[in-house]
């Protein structure tokens, strides 16, 4: 397949170019306000593993189970206090579910070298893998693989779009 | 092609350089009209070498005008100032037609002239003269016999002559580069000439592609691609387009390096647990653990004598680079300026290597001697990605973001000559320049 790329190179005046990129540290409150704090009451009233009579429990949108992401600070991998009951309650379903298998997908925002970016959301991966395993999950039922900064789930250029793509998604085979 | 070197008219001399100062930023612009193509740069060499390019005869009856491109190529060079033949009239095709003292009282050391002339089954003979026009000496001189499908390689090549008989360099004209176009949700790899005309699409996926690199014969590319949900790497013949996984592990897969004898390649593995680098054979097999560290390990490139390998890693808490032997062993870091330098790739010299440094909260393209490891940084761009040497080592391709696009730019090794390019509809990331071609 032939194709013509026609490029064009704009001179540009390198002083007012672009506009900068503030790097800020994501504001905690929306963090919780988005994922934990919502996924918490669910938490609270639902049992995490419910019988197969009362529908799938990992689509059931008041099940902690159908929340997937954990998300993560700049340039960091530790699993916050706050997405640890997300991560328990998957813990407890692969453990009833010995036969499940799930992927971890570790995922970055856009900012620096997409290979370095690859291989930090595989660390957040497995971040949220070893805390799995030391809930008792084998890890014959994790994969961790990592999307690095390839596909944000938001796609502007600042934080509010990078705190959503700073995460590792629990993705349950065959989803 | 068949190429023939013509004999110079006059008695050939040394060649003496020919420069002349160039006081101020100089700005220069080439608007042409047959096809979307605008080529604009900004700054240049601090001494720029003048030249005259006189438009070959019958060249107006082509659908590409060959002086066009040549003149393109040694403008984005940023080392040459290209004298304007309007208003010679009529103009030189022949040695015994140029009348130096009109080239010289416009300034012109240098004066390329040709004619193209239809040959036989629907050739062309293009033939070019590069004359001194201070010692009036041919200074090179040859004709090709080409279809019209060869008129754009044939003018990168005949760049390639006047620059190197001009500057004493290698000229990079007839080079590849290949990067990935991302539009809406579709991903290409792409192979181009050095001036991003004649792309051509070697994969096409819904799913992202990225770090495509050259083997250095520049015969096959080596790709990250998501087409399985994950990182996997490929290679992919260009010549047949036919292609193979190389690296397709429990984990992810991404990174890949050609050494420069071809024999191996490095990638960044997670089969064992954190990123680490592996040496593996092209076909896939006899795949070896190289780095041993619990931390990040990723981003490895190789000398061009394949001595030595550069590689990334956060083994000292942020992202730096390191330097190990080829063979095996420890490493040094090697870069201590910030918190966050990644992506190098060696010089093709093997005496310095191009990085990403972050300053706050912008990425800039830098070069660090690795003798003296001193640091320069070339570019003012904010979001700088995937530098990479052209193979004669005086400009460096990259990527970066302009109003929220990708966009490739490039930037001479001395920080002083700037393009960017962009596509007109979409993004382009991940370049990397390919090696010189020996055809």
Known sequence: MKKNLLLSVLMVSFLAACASHDVKEQPKAAVEDRTAAAAAPAAATQPAVQSATTGNPLKDPNNILSKRSVYFDYDKDVVKEEFKPLVEAHAKYLQAHGDVKVTLQGNTDERGSREYNIALGQRRADAVKKAMNVLGVADKQIETVSLGEEKPRKDCHEESCWQENRRADVVYQGE | MKRNEMKPVFQTSKFAALFSMLLTLCCLTVNNAWSALTIEIIGGAAMQIPVAIAPFAQEGALQQSITSIVSADLQRSGQFKLVDPAG?????????????????????????????????SGNYEIRFRLLDVLKQ????????????????????????????????????????????????????????DADGYAAQTVVTSYEPLLSPRWSADGNQLAYVSFERKKPVVFVQ????????????????????????????LAVTLTKDGSSQIYLINPDGSGVARWTFSSAIDTEANFSPDGKWMLFTSDRGGGPQIYRMSSAGGDAQRVTFDGSYNVSPRFSPDGKSFVFIQ??????????????????????????DESPSFAPNGKMVLYATEVNGRGI????????????????????????????????
């Open chain 2, 237 to 264: 013949s260009l010549a047949t387009g036919a292609r193979h996984v190389l690296a397709n592990f429990k984990g992810s897969n991404s990174s890949p390096a050609w050494m420069p004898d071809g024999r191996r």
């Open chain 2, 88 to 120: 010679i009239s009529p103009l030189p095709f022949e040695p015994a037609q140029v009348r130096y003292p009109e080239w010289r009282g416009r300034g012109a050391d240098a004066l390329v002239i040709g004619s193209v002339v239809p040959a036989a």
């Open chain 2, 358 to 383: 972050r300053s706050g909260s912008q990425f800039h393209v830098a070069v660090q001697d690795l003798e003296n490891g001193q640091v320069q940084v070339l570019t003012d761009t904010h979001q």
């Open chain 2, 408 to 439: 490739l730019a490039a930037v001479s090794s001395d920080g002083r000559t700037k393009q960017r390019l962009s596509v007109q509809a979409g993004d382009v990331r991940e370049p990397a320049w390919g090696p010189l071609l020996h055809n």
């Open chain 2, 137 to 192: 000496t041919q200074l090179a001189g040859f004709s090709y016999t080409v279809s019209a499908s060869q008129f754009r390689v044939t003018a990168h090549k005949i760049a390639d002559i006047i620059y190197e008989k001009l500057t004493g360099d290698v000229g990079i004209f007839n080079t590849k580069i290949a990067y990935i176009v991302k539009q809406g949700k579709k991903y290409e790899l792409q192979v181009s």
